[in-house]
């Protein structure tokens, strides 16, 4: 069984296509700065050197069409007919998508629905969707949803404190956001573990330019620090993260910044970007190692925030099996992990420094001996997790139509 996973952006087209009988991936790759001159395709083949081209894709379709000709030219898939299923990444599915839902006009409907919340990536998913329909005719198209794992939480985790009908009429309640990634992990811990999922409380980590951690109970999100959008929660990249709500009205007072302006200064202005200048990690540690005091405060924030998450999330769970690590900057990192459990030992949580230097791949345990709680860095895989919710769709809906 062959699935191609898709994340569509407003000028992009990630892709990984999967072998389901062992989970390899057999062709993964990105095609970027679609309507430009400048427009490329990169892709591994297999576990072959990357691959770069420059291509002429003015628009999804024809960026698609390059996708299913390299596929075809590589011999990953001669007949789009081979296909059992393509899974597509989407944002938001609102309170409409607790699961993975097979594609058909209502769900488009609801994926238009809810783009108010998410304007910058539903209208880009629902190009690849629809251009994929288009292009594979007769393919099952699966919609696997980044909140839909943080549906379980509580109303009185997910409701803010606002009038009942900004709620009822408007939808302004929490969300959460990465819940692919924190789904693929926690599965991945409890297996290390030796536990069933569904008896496994954990604080997972996903750090990487954006920014989540996420308290599960039992195997199920029960609360996470991302919001309405993904604004909210941890200091990140570019973003700000937790402030006090009145600053946007200060900020317009005095600086006279238009409600536009202020949106931008907080998503793609703030954060590490806002205290030192530079919204990578690698470069602001070098910075900081360089005597850059702006880029020692910025990463100072940055772990103490996630550290007082971490705290909170243990008062939530009152039990937690372990703490996991994951994203580019989880997973590569080891002066933040050190930092993020350091003098929490009332907790049960003490790393090992050698262990935290080199951690085993793709899954490492950094505890020190005989520390009651595990400290877990796991290298994340959305697009396999989209292909095997894609692949548990399909089955489900098999099973709903036999006699």
Same mark, same amino acid.
């Given at each position: ?47 072959? +050197?990357?691959?770069?081209? +420059? ?23 001669? +007949? ?23 594609? %058909? ?17 539903? =209208? ?27 549906? @379980? ?11 009942? %009908?900004?709620? @009822? ?34 604080? @997972? ?24 959008? =993904? ?12 402030? +006090? =709500? ?96 350091? %003098? ?7 790393? %090992? ?8 791949? =793709? ?41």
């Amino acid at each position: 069984m062959k699935i191609l996973v898709l994340n569509a952006g407003s000028s992009s087209v990630k892709y990984s296509l999967f072998d389901m009988s062992d989970r390899s991936v057999l062709i993964a790759g990105i095609i970027e700065r679609i309507g430009e001159d400048s427009a490329s395709h990169r892709y591994n083949l297999g576990k072959a +050197d990357q691959v770069k081209l +420059d291509i002429a894709g003015r628009n999804h379709q024809q960026a698609l069409q390059v996708l299913f000709q390299t596929l075809s030219a590589c011999g990953v898939l001669n +007949d789009r007919r081979e296909l059992a299923c393509i899974g597509h990444r989407v944002v938001h599915g609102g309170e409409y998508f607790c699961e993975p839902a097979l594609i %058909d006009e209502q769900v488009i409907e609801r994926i238009t629905e809810v783009i108010p919340l998410a304007p910058l990536h539903n =209208p880009a998913h629902l190009q690849g969707i629809q251009e994929a329909i288009r292009q594979t005719e007769n393919v099952p198209q699966v919609a696997v949803f980044d909140t839909a794992f943080h549906q @379980t939480l509580p109303d009185y985790a997910f409701r803010y404190p606002l009038p009942n %009908d900004l709620y @009822t009429q408007h939808g302004v309640r929490r969300y959460g956001f990465h819940g692919t990634s924190h789904r693929y992990v926690a599965g991945q811990a409890a297996h290390y573990l030796g536990k069933p999922l569904s008896e496994t409380n954990l604080i @997972t980590l996903h750090l990487g330019n954006g920014a989540s951690v996420t308290a599960i109970e039992n195997g199920e999100s029960i609360d996470t620090s991302m919001g309405m959008t =993904p604004l909210e929660g941890l200091m990140m990249g570019s973003r700000c993260g937790d402030i +006090d =709500p009145a600053i946007h009205f200060y900020l317009g007072r005095t600086l006279n910044l238009s409600n536009a302006a202020i949106e931008a200064l907080f998503n793609r202005e703030s954060g590490c970007k806002g205290i030192c200048g530079e919204n990578d990690m690698r470069a602001i540690h070098r910075m900081a190692e360089a005597g850059d005091d702006h880029a020692r405060l910025a990463l100072a924030m940055y772990a103490y925030r996630i550290k007082k998450y971490i705290g909170a999330y243990f008062a939530v769970l009152g039990r937690v099996d372990a703490l996991v690590f994951t994203g580019g900057i989880g997973e590569n990192d080891p002066w933040l992990r050190e930092q993020c459990c350091r %003098d929490m030992t009332l907790f049960g949580m003490a790393i %090992d420094p050698q262990k935290n230097q080199t951690p085993s791949r =793709p899954c490492g345990n950094i505890s020190q001996s005989g520390t009651r709680l595990a400290v877990l860095v796991i290298a994340t895989d959305e697009e396999l997790e989209i292909a095997v919710q894609a692949q548990e769709c399909l089955e489900k809906q098999k099973r709903q139509v036999k006699p």
